[in-house]
Structure formats: structure tokens, C-alpha cells
């Protein structure tokens, strides 16, 4: 069923009758040519992909528990690709580029929405590093625009310019950057995978791999085996834990990552601000609750919440830049779990092990990276060759030398 | 989170820097043939496993000492907290 506006107005005329569910729920059958783990939004995009762009047929997508139940669904819904290196913007640029034409690719208003985001500078050193960023992004295709506190001023008359310690110097912006309804995206390419045969499996945990002769057969699952030609993991978060069962250890640790919603207010932020001296940033959504974030908690964790003195320090950082934020009550925190890898920069690449793929390590910077992240995992499964702009997202950049470090922090994953 | 810090007592998690897991410990031998293999997999490969992990932690905004903590990584109880000089000094190291 095609979505329209001439349909709303058929179904709302006709009782709403005729609407049926997004997508089947059918038995996972004893083999496919290609298994995605992990019903995310990386994993449902990766099927969507195959199925539309790589011609694939017999596909499925296994989810422990349900389809965008996972990071997915617990984002800040940013957009955007102001990266500075080389391994990492052209990806991110097709990313935004894959944002742009999504709703109408999948038939789904996921709500893309180019609100712009604005990262503040606070220094004369931070300046020339953001105008280098800047540089960089333009080079590689995207947009960025460096501007002074005046100009500043005028879409943000409520911060905090005047600040003791960090005051605000100018910013550089990207006007494509902005958010996206979260929740959409996995069902929208879930419905799109679905259209096109893709058989997506909920409430289907993979308990192992099937092995031999240094070629993977197919998986284990909560449901009985299921063979497969290929299979691909995207389970970012739970890559560890998944990966062990084939006796990989990655460049990854699990962290958690705090996020907020504030109560519902008026339109107040037009667009995306990031704090260039702590770590928050911020946005409105559409029913008016800002929601923010700022840093990690700092330790391993898979306990999907976190602890009270990242808390303290991401209101710190909203108090610094627009301490209105104050008097707006929190209404909602959660933890989400983030591969967090050891340059900082994501891995889409083969395993050692025949036909046993890997997509994981994004950091948190996952959401915005959904589109591409699907379409080269797709590209990698179809072909067995990276996608042109993934080349660098290998597994062993870090036995040769060749990491992505955009914060140039070593290989600590808390402090990337 | 509340560290048993065996010098000092109770000491509030934020006091402490983290370093990650304790395996850090066992640095390898820099003269063995397999040197650039297993310093690659000691500098960058984990276990990152859901459950009970040792793991370091430097309590900087204190006595300045290296701890290993025995934490689950799914409910973040600690279970055990050692001195990392004694865990070191078990395992055969001088210092």
C-alpha cells in the first residue's frame, strides 16, 4: 500500500478502514541468502538497500526483541556531517545526501527536518580548528558556514554570549544539518524492507553462530536455526556480546550514553546548538521538549541507564550557554548503550570468518549515519567489496596504523 | 556509584579516572618475536563482556592510587575492589 495524501483523505472519508499493518510478521524460514542481525535502524536500512538497490532476494532481518526497540529509538535524532577527516565526511555527506531523498525513497515521513546546527566557538584556538572543519566539509561536498556572534546573536538572542569563561566568540554552522523523527526511520525502512519481500523476524534472538571449516553457515536463534549464505551483524551496542559467540574480540568497549527530555514547551530553539567548551547540545522536538545530551558516563556498561554526576555536568553545560534552561523541569532521561570504538570511528567490513560480515563501532554518531551506514553494509554484502565511501572502515586500521581519531584522544574509547 | 576504596573506604566514583579493563596489567614482553601482534591486541582488542569485568580505576581526586574493581557491567554492582599493585604484584610483577 502506497502512502499519499490522496489516501489519507480516501481512508479519512471512508472510516479509516482500509489501513493495514506496515509490515508481516512471518516464521523465519530454514534458510535466506543473506541474515542481517539486528532489527535497528542499521540493520533494517542494510535490508531495505539490498532488497532495492543490490537487486537481493530472500533476506531476512532477526530481532531479539522489537524492530526499533534499540538505539534507534533512543537518540537525540541529530542529522549531519560536519566531520573533518577524510575517512569520515565523505561518508557522512552521503549520509545527509541519503536524509534528503529518504522519505520519498521509502514512502514514509520520517519528519527530516533541516533546521540547521550550530556549533558555538568559544576561543580564538577553537575558531581556526572549526574553520579548518569547515574547510574540510566544503572540500568534501557539504555545506558550512562560519559565523560571528552578531550574526549569532540574531537566530539565538537567549544565550549566554557574555559568559565569564566561555563567552561566545561565533560559531560554524550547517544550514543541511538538523533531526529526524527517530521512531520513523526504523519503521519507515521496516515497511520499505517489507514491501519488497524482505522477511523481518522480531522476538528472534541469536544465541550463536554455526561455524565450520572457518566458514559461517547460518545462526542459532531463539527460534531453531537459520541457515544463510551471508550474514551480516548490526548490532551496535551489543557488538561485543554478539561477536564473542564467534570468538572475536573487537576494538570496541560498551558505554552508556545519558539523554533528556525537558517538559513541553513553546517554540523557543530553531534549530540544533552544540557547546563548544563542556559537552551539550541541544534541540527542540516537535511536541516541544528540549531534548539534550552531553557526554558518556565513562565506564563499560550494557545497563541502559547511567549515573548522576553526568547529569550534573550536561545541566552545567546548558546553564553555561543558555541558562534560561533552568526553569524548564525535566520530564524524561534514559541510557542507550554505544559501541564505542578505539579510534572514535565506525568498522563495516568482513570478518575473518567466510561469509560472517560486521557493521558496529559507531560511537554516538549512529543516527545520523542510519542511510549511509545501510547502504554501504548493503553495498559490502552484495558485492564483497566496501562501498567507495566506506573504504576506511576497516578492522585492521588498527593494526596498521590507519585509524580515524577525529579527536586525536588514542585508543580510549571513553574519551572519544 | 560508590567505590570501596581499601585504603580509604566509601569513595564517590566521580573522584576516580577510568582506564578500562584490568587485563591492561599484563602488558606483553616488547623483546618477543610476537611483539607487534600482541601489542596490537593489547592496545586495542577487548572482551567488553555483559557481566562481571575487573577493570582500573585511578582514584586522581584522591590518594592517586590504581584500583581494580570487579563491577557488573550490567547492573554496575561492585563486588570486589583490590589495589591494582597487589593484582600486579600477584601476577609476577616487580612494581
Sequence with gaps: ?416 | MIINHPLLGQRDSAEFVYMGDAALIDRPDPASDAAAQEFYEYAYLRDNPAGDLRELWFHEGGDRSWLVVTRNTVTHEITKVELARDVARSRGRSK
Design chain 1, 1 to 416: 500500500m502506497r502512502y499519499s495524501g490522496f489516501k489519507v483523505i480516501k481512508e479519512a472519508l471512508t472510516g479509516h478502514k482500509g489501513w493495514r499493518p506496515a509490515w508481516r510478521e512471518p516464521k523465519p524460514k530454514p534458510h535466506y541468502d543473506i541474515v542481517i542481525i539486528g532489527g535497528g535502524g542499521h540493520g533494517l536500512a542494510t535490508a531495505h538497500y539490498l532488497a532495492k538497490v543490490y537487486g537481493q532476494k530472500n533476506i531476512a532481518v532477526l530481532e531479539k526483541g522489537w524492530i526499533g526497540g534499540g538505539n534507534v529509538g533512543r537518540n537525540t535524532t541529530i542529522i549531519r556531517s560536519n566531520y573533518l577527516l577524510d575517512g569520515n565526511e565523505p561518508f557522512y555527506e552521503f549520509s545527509l545526501k541519503l536524509w534528503e531523498g529518504l522519505e520519498q525513497d521509502i514512502n514514509y515521513n520520517a519528519m527530516v527536518s533541516q533546521r540547521g546546527i550550530m556549533n558555538l566557538i568559544h576561543s580564538d584556538a577553537q575558531r581556526d580548528a572549526f574553520v579548518r572543519r569547515g574547510n574540510a566539509m566544503i572540500l568534501n561536498g557539504a555545506d558550512a558556514e562560519l559565523l560571528s556572534a552578531e550574526q549569532i546573536r540574531v537566530e539565538y538572542p537567549f544565550l549566554k554570549f557574555d559568559d565569564v569563561r566561555f563567552p561566545i566568540k561565533g560559531g560554524l554552522a550547517q544550514r543541511r544539518g538538523g533531526t529526524v523523527r527517530h521512531d520513523a526511520v526504523a519503521w519507515g525502512y521496516a515497511r520499505a524492507a517489507d514491501s519488497r519481500g524482505v522477511d523481518i523476524i522480531q522476538n528472534c534472538e541469536v544465541l550463536g553462530f554455526r561455524i565450520e571449516d572457518g566458514k559461517c553457515l547460518g545462526v542459532e536463534t531463539s527460534q531453531g536455526f537459520i541457515g544463510a549464505k551471508k550474514v551480516g551483524c548490526a548490532v551496535a551496542g551489543n557488538s561485543g556480546r554478539l561477536m564473542s559467540k564467534a570468538n572475536m574480540r573487537l576494538p570496541i568497549e560498551s558505554h552508556v550514553l545519558q539523554a533528556f527530555v525537558s517538559e513541553g514547551l513553546k517554540p523557543l530553539i530553531p534549530g540544533v546548538i552544540t557547546f563548544g567548551a563542556g559537552h551539550f547540545y541541544v534541540s527542540q522536538s516537535d511536541k516541544g521538549g528540549l531534548v539534550f545530551g552531553g557526554d558518556l558516563d565513562g565506564y563499560n556498561s550494557y545497563a541502559q541507564r547511567g549515573n548522576l554526576p553526568v547529569v550534573e555536568d550536561v545541566c552545567e553545560g546548558g546553564m553555561a550557554i543558555m541558562p534560561m534552561i533552568g526553569r524548564a523541569r525535566l520530564l524524561r532521561m534514559w541510557g542507550g548503550i554505544m559501541d564505542m570504538s578505539m579510534d572514535g570511528s565506525p568498522i563495516i567490513d568482513r570478518t575473518h570468518i567466510d561469509g560472517l560480515y560486521f557493521n558496529g563501532g559507531w560511537c554516538y554518531g549512529g543516527f545520523k549515519a542510519t542511510p549511509a551506514s545501510g547502504y554501504c553494509f548493503a553495498h559490502l554484502l552484495a558485492k564483497d567489496a566496501p562501498h567507495p565511501v566506506a573504504t576506511a572502515y576497516r578492522f585492521d586500521r588498527f593494526r596498521t596504523g590507519n585509524m580515524i581519531d577525529e579527536k586525536g584522544m588514542g585508543n580510549q574509547p571513553n574519551l572519544h
